[in-house]
DNA sequence: CGGCCCGTTGACCAGGTTCAAGGGTTGTGG
DNA sequence: CCACAACCCTTGAACCTGGTCAACGGGCCG
């Protein structure tokens, strides 16, 4: 939208998923056709990429910064199916309306390919194709086991595992002691922890105060959560966590 | 397991998925490289194809017949994510541990791979790797469509949406008068149909007993559903399951 | 025909939701 | 730098959906 790329080559080379994203199946000399799609974006915290509804236009890696994906039933009860991390991908290439809202959780950057053409790229380059595949694949069995905790674990188990799963995938708080275990910022209101869930506000307020309670974890601010006693938390998820 | 196959091409032409399974995206002549490393197995009922823990050895399109696919608990509580009819592709081929069970719900009949062998024959085939990209993508698509019934749907819109979605792809029962509406037998017991739902075997049975009590449908036998009001039937869904 | 399994129904219980009110934090403007 | 307002989170109490435990009945198969 009127943002004017420097040098196309300039923003992979410094790109910092270069080998996390989609673009490490993609030797230095092929990057060139989908860079030439591509944009970079920014996307500050609560701004909308897609709308569930909308004509899906893009695709997208992401650079920096963690996105929801979400749902929700006719009369407006929210589910978040997912959470994604830079190098992770962005979108429905083979689908025309989107099913699915993308929305930015913090302040974000993205690389951002119209669908059309990056369906295009994808026949050029088997590699990449190959690449997607194995990584749907796995948002695939992700999904899947995110099914089994939501149909079947108890709130207590469903908190515990979320904290283990965000504290594996999110950078430690900078500056934090060592000594106190993972130290992190969720990039989650409660109100979004309880849509990813399947439970209300309230539910996953009070099973955080339980475990702070118990000693297991602390909260400090209304973001930053260090975990204390991983093991036992290991245990309280039913051990899936992670 | 001491299967001899009568004649490769005669049972791809005989193929009753011939063009609903993944072989579709191949021309008659390039389809000699999937069926030399297929082989046909029948499952009866109840029998495990793959076991969750167990190295994924194989890969398989359905020719008749329905499969779950499920995972569980450390403590054994189940859940069924996802059923598979005629046509679809089974398995996890790019997982050395298959993280799924899969099980036959009916007498079934598939098309076996060996895992490694069908991600070669893959390679080889591009169009065949971009159908199964696009099936990939609209398993997760349901996938997610799923997580929201899981998390944010109360017992009645779950039971009702199962019975909508189940009548849509199901073969109509043989031999049933138009008149009485959508008519068809259930390949689920109520335990399954609970584990598929995310409810107990009791929830699902009285449920089904209220949307008899009113009219919507009819149960005769154990498994056999008539849908006699299809509108109120998906109105009572919150307008999801078709 | 008989036994077994599966499904139904009932009574009770509990986890989680709902409704409501009271603090803390955060960010903003003076 | 502090004060203030808005928002978010926490906490409490009552309610309700769905789970649990238990007994019964009916269909299906041998």
Redesign the pocket.
Known sequence: MGYVEPHLDERCAACVVRDQALCASLADDELSALSAIGRSRPLARGQTLIWAGDSSSVCANIVTGVLKMATATADGREQIVGLLFPGDFVGQPFVEEASLTFAALTDASLCVYPREGFVEVLADYPALERLLLQRTMAALDDARARMLTLGRR???EKVAGFLLELGNRLPRRPGAPAAAGYVFDLPL???QIADVL?????????Q??LLRASGVIA?S???TVAIHEPTRLKRLAGAAGA
């Open positions: 108890s709130a207590g209101g409660r109100a399947g439970l209300t506000i309230e539910t996953v307020s009070r955080l105060t909260l601010g209304r973001r």
